[in-house]
């Protein structure tokens, strides 16, 4: 079974960088998608970006220029690097693999972030 894995959330003031991770296993189909979604506090998930197996990336609006995606040479960790954190970013991360197109979905369990100001 794909299993997702996410690690390095934590706390930083405002201005701050963290780099997230998130761990794969258990892949055996080629993946469409790989991408970081976000929960703040009180509302539904959003998306933070995606990867697809092409090579394009897509960004929220507000990530943009201040997030990025990238995956070790492996494929197996996905990571994001957040830098110029704002109190707006609060949220709990989770990463996502899309397979079959997009239709078979697994999902991490997500790690908090906390943006103080």
């Known amino acids: 079974e794909v299993q997702l894995v996410e690690s390095g959330g934590g706390m930083v003031e405002s201005g701050g960088s963290l780099r997230l991770s998130c761990v794969v296993s258990?892949?055996?189909?080629?993946?469409?998608?790989m991408a970081w979604f976000r929960r703040p506090p009180g509302k539904k998930n959003e998306d933070v970006v995606y990867i697809y197996n092409d090579g394009r990336t897509i960004y929220a609006d507000s990530v943009k220029g201040r997030f990025s995606i990238s995956q070790d040479s492996a494929q197996n960790t996905l990571y994001l690097q957040m830098n110029s954190l704002i109190p707006e970013d609060t949220a709990k991360y989770l990463c996502?693999?899309?397979?079959?197109?997009?239709?078979?979905?697994?999902w991490g369990q997500g790690t908090q972030v906390t943006v103080s100001s």
């Open positions: 258990g892949l055996t189909s080629t993946w469409y998608w």
């Open positions: 996502a693999v899309g397979l079959d197109r997009g239709t078979t979905q697994y």
